[in-house]
């Protein structure tokens, strides 16, 4: 069985949040073994500098990049990544047996995204729209996008 994470930074508070994330963790269980890294945001004034985003951002790759397992394919969320459609998705999947990676891992940045360095270092950079969605929503589409994609790998009509 696949092991897939996803280290976010940043808690979610909002009890929607939360439940749609518990739904999809609860409906992966059948699948992966999905294992959910929240890291906290830096702390930062109300109106902050570049350097200072610059600075949380290197302190929030840092911890990010403690918690990737060896032997993984990264996916980093970013706004400049390449879109992909659902049916691509499970095509990014490392398989197991047949792959030297053993974990898929997608990072999912704060409210000023990824450290360049970590998006540098990822397999992939992944986009989900031009749009842009607020961290915590992303981190829900992005767990619903992980389930539709075993579902299209089993063949279910769950992806019409």
Do not use: N
Not at 29 to 37: E, I, Q
Not at 93 to 99: K, Q, Y
Not at 101 to 127: D, N, R, T
Not at 132 to 156: C, D, N
């Amino acid at each position: 069985m696949l092991s897939v994470y996803l280290i976010c930074v940043g808690k979610l508070k909002e009890k929607f949040y939360k439940d749609a994330c518990a739904e999809y963790s609860k409906r992966l269980s059948a699948y992966c073994k999905l294992t959910v890294v929240e890291l906290p945001e830096a702390k930062l004034p109300p109106r902050p500098s570049q350097s200072e985003i610059d600075a949380a951002l290197e302190k929030e790759g840092e911890a990010i990049r403690a918690k990737i397992p060896p032997s993984a394919r990264v996916a980093a969320l970013c706004v400049e990544g390449r879109l992909r459609s659902s049916e691509e998705l499970p095509r990014m999947f490392p398989v197991p047996g047949r792959s030297l990676e053993k974990h898929m891992v997608f990072l999912v940045g704060g409210s000023y995204g990824l450290h360049p360095s970590i998006k540098a270092e990822a397999s992939l950079q992944l986009s989900m729209s031009p749009m842009t969605f607020p961290h915590h929503l992303a981190r829900v589409m992005l767990l619903e996008q992980i389930y539709r994609a075993f579902k299209i790998q089993e063949g279910s009509s769950y992806h019409k």
